[in-house]
């Protein structure tokens, strides 16, 4: 139980489109979702704290017209990262908390490796 | 702010020997979740183990155990029997009551045969 789905696993485009990256809870509810971000060799990095219906809350130094974060329903939030440069290369992992109290352990997506040419 | 600090960037050990990472975070919470995460090369995160704050006892997953010292701040994993397997990234996390969690830069340990 509690399996979170990342979509796609590796996505390569060319400088300037858009990008959209999926996360789903497939087997439970999630109210909260988060979104890191991990360059090589480095450690994940919280990016935003994704909320069902109501606006994302981002850290500070996250470019929130960049990295649009919507949470439609109670097991997708999506990640659209807008204008893609290659510096946005990186790799992005979803977590999702299962429950609601804080208690609950946060699964984690596979993560979608983002290259831009 | 917290903070994790894993202070070993890679470390060894042969095969079927005992090895400890190291973490000590920084809080001025009460309450709290410390988590180790073991990320192999698919890149998938595993949870590997978690610790309550308020509990003195320290947590236990086969293999796998902690050292929990709250005054100290220091939560290290202890690896016994490694295994081949069990090579990877393995990152120190501090949950705090606002759900964030906060990773610690990593230990990338290595099983010789």
């Known amino acids: 139980g509690a399996v979170v789905s990342q979509h796609p696993s590796w996505v390569i485009c060319k400088s300037g489109t858009s990008v959209k990256i999926e996360c789903r809870s497939l087997?439970?509810?999630?109210?909260?979702m988060f979104w890191y971000r991990q360059f090589p060799k480095q450690s994940l990095m919280l990016m935003a704290t994704?909320?069902?219906?109501?606006?994302?809350?981002?850290e500070q130094g996250v470019e929130k017209d960049k990295f649009l974060i919507n949470h439609a329903s109670l097991t997708l939030s999506t990640l659209t990262v807008t204008s893609a440069h290659p510096e946005d290369s990186s790799f992005y992992i979803c977590s999702a908390r299962s429950g609601t109290g804080w208690s609950q352990p946060q699964h984690f997506g596979d993560g979608t490796r983002l290259s831009i040419l | 702010a917290q903070t994790v600090t894993q202070s070993q960037p890679e470390m060894s050990v042969q095969e079927a020997e005992t090895v400890t990472l190291s973490c000590t975070y920084d809080?001025?919470?009460?309450?709290?979740?410390l988590f180790w995460y073991k990320q192999p090369p698919s890149r998938q995160m595993i949870l590997v183990i978690r610790q309550e704050a308020y509990k003195q006892q320290n947590a236990t997953e086969n293999r796998f155990s902690v050292n929990f010292q709250k005054a100290a701040k220091s939560f290290s994993l202890k690896i016994s029997d490694s295994q081949l397997g069990d090579a990877a990234m393995y990152f120190c996390?501090?949950?705090?009551?606002?759900?964030?969690?906060?990773f610690g830069k990593g230990t990338r340990l290595h099983i010789l045969p």
């Open positions: 996390a501090y949950r705090s009551g606002d759900d964030k969690i906060i």
């Open positions: 087997d439970f509810q999630a109210t909260t």
């Open positions: 994704s909320n069902e219906g109501s606006k994302a809350t981002y």
């Open positions: 809080t001025s919470e009460s309450d709290y979740y």
